[in-house]
């Protein structure tokens, strides 16, 4: 059974920084892409950044340059680096995986594409 979970989620003041955690198991997969995505109150989710076999990224134009997306495969672990925070990045942060992987790499920040999810973990940020 698959399962992720995130950590690393916290509350911090603008401009500073969190680094979130997805540990992966209960999967060997050779293709697959993983994504982190956020959901703020009454707002939809939104997909944040992602990454797949072929190590093609995707960013929301809202954290480029800002967030970076990695993969550990030794410890089948997916982070999250957030710098320069903002407080409109106050949200929950879920980590996201499937076995597909896109045609194009656009397509990695779709949620509809993904099959497991994690539960979350809070951001906060403060001005």
């Known amino acids: 059974q698959v399962q992720l979970v995130e950590s690393g989620g916290g509350s911090v003041q603008s401009g500073g920084s969190l680094r979130l955690s997805c540990a992966a198991s209960?999967?060997?997969?050779?293709?697959?892409?993983l994504g982190w995505f956020r959901q703020a109150p009454g707002k939809e989710r939104e997909g944040v950044a992602a990454i797949d076999t072929n190590g093609h990224t995707n960013y929301a134009a809202s954290v480029e340059g800002r967030f970076t997306i990695s993969l550990d495969n030794a410890k089948n672990t997916l982070y999250l680096q957030m710098n320069s925070l903002k407080p409109e990045s106050t949200a929950m942060y879920y980590c996201a995986a499937d076995t597909s992987v896109p045609w194009s790499s656009w397509l990695l920040l779709r949620s509809s594409r993904y099959y497991y999810w994690g539960q979350g973990t809070h951001v906060t940020v403060s001005s």
């Open positions: 209960g999967y060997t997969w050779s293709r697959y892409s």
